[in-house]
């Protein structure tokens, strides 16, 4: 029991009780930290009650079996079969009280049987420290030739988080926007600003030369908090307009010239495409940005992105409603997905766990275009881990849906 729940003990569960002033927890952390002389002193309990149990087990109960057996059987007969009688039997309690009885206790409730077994434990370990050092000086030695390290590794990797928010998904007590969340995080490190950004197509920008009243039908057909503003040319960016100062010269009444207002159009923040959303997220906090324009090694304008795109894909469903969703399952279980839909999103709606040519591509459409080797055309189709992903709409070489259905997996790729 000792040796199990010490092993089993949840280090943040146990830091916890600490915190709730606990003072055993940190004893049972110190132990976990250095559990040499712990487990070695363990190993010489259970190995000396083994066979001690055996000898004295053997020479109490053989007797017993071996003249209830003298009745029916020869002598020399009762004396061998009371001594198999005497090691079943022995076996069989130690199977019993010494092995699962005890694994079973300290398995639920791992952290409070360590509590409990801490203080007589420390005692035994200090009573037979000269013997334990002996065996652990001999274990650490083949632990190095074996090149194993002689401490545990207690560090606890973005891996392990998910995996306890799954599992207190699955019991209810995470919920499943909640955990996408927290998956949505992590995956900061790993899409690049491409799965959040307002692709170049999307992006309403203003011209320097624009006149004031071509401005003013711009900003009201559509409506946005910062606009770009370029000098002829969208690839020729010039800094950027926030639209409360667009506002307020409306307001005043004062007439919108973008090339003479040295005030209005502010710098931009230009950064690459390869970034990650974490990487962009650094920038913003260094310069105190919240909009950047994202360029290709070109010098292209692909997109742009702001902070609340980068908290939109943290938040995820939270914060979007059903009709900007970019994958939606269907009542018979097929997905209606936007062509721009990054590749993380698909994979958690599809379950798939690997994806051909990975690192090639950030969105759907990236996908179907590695996968055809040339620009989607509608009905086009390919299959990928039985799935079938067929374009339904095409808007100037742009994918624009794509629907997901679920099919035999006959093939890899189609």
Request: aromatic share 6%; glycine share 6%.
């Amino acid at each position: 029991m000792a040796e199990l729940s010490l092993a089993a003990s949840r280090r943040l569960k146990l830091q916890q009780l600490l915190d709730d002033g606990d003072a055993r927890a940190a004893r049972v952390i110190a132990v976990q930290e250095q559990p040499g002389h712990y487990f070695t002193v363990v190993q010489i309990g259970v190995n000396t009650v083994a066979i001690l149990g055996g000898i004295v087990g053997e020479g109490a109960f053989t007797p017993h079996f071996a003249g209830l057996l003298a009745y029916v059987l020869p002598e020399e007969q009762a004396q061998n079969l009371g001594f198999a009688l005497s090691f079943m039997c022995i076996t069989a309690l130690f199977i019993v009280m010494a092995d699962l009885v005890p694994k079973r206790l300290s398995m639920n409730e791992p952290e409070r049987v360590a509590l409990a077994l801490i203080g007589p434990m420390s005692g035994l370990v200090t009573l037979l420290k000269p013997l334990s050092w002996g065996f652990n000086a001999i274990s650490d030695l083949l632990l190095r030739l074996m090149g194993q390290p002689a401490a545990r590794d207690n560090s606890i990797t973005h891996h392990d988080i998910l995996a306890m928010t799954e599992a207190g998904n699955l019991a209810g007590v995470v919920a499943d926007a909640e955990q996408q969340v927290i998956e949505n995080v992590f995956e900061l490190d790993t899409r690049t600003v491409e799965s959040a950004m307002t692709t170049r197509e999307r992006i309403v920008f203003l011209n320097l030369d624009e006149d004031d009243a071509l401005i003013r039908t711009r900003i009201a057909e559509s409506p946005h908090s910062t606009y770009l503003v370029c000098d002829g040319e969208i690839d020729r960016v010039a800094g950027y307009v926030d639209s409360t100062d667009l506002f307020q010269r409306v307001l005043r009444e004062e007439a919108i010239n973008l090339r003479t207002c040295a005030d209005l159009v502010k710098k931009v923040l230009i950064v690459p495409d390869r970034l990650t959303l974490a990487e962009v997220l650094v920038q913003f906090r260094e310069k105190l940005e919240d909009f950047a324009v994202i360029v290709n090694e070109y010098s292209l304008v692909v997109g742009v992105i702001t902070l609340n795109d980068v908290m939109s894909t943290v938040m995820g469903s939270l914060v979007a409603s059903h009709d900007e969703e970019q994958i939606v399952r269907r009542e018979d279980g097929s997905f209606l997905a936007d062509g721009v839909t990054p590749i993380p999103d698909v994979q958690r709606a599809l379950e798939i766990e690997a994806w051909p040519h990975a690192g090639q591509y950030d969105t759907l459409a990236g996908f179907l275009m590695v996968m055809l080797r040339r620009i989607p055309r509608r009905t086009d189709q390919v299959q990928w881990e039985g799935w079938r992903f067929e374009v339904v709409d095409v808007d100037s070489h742009r994918v624009d849906q794509v629907m997901i259905t679920r099919v035999q997996p006959e093939s890899r790729a189609g």
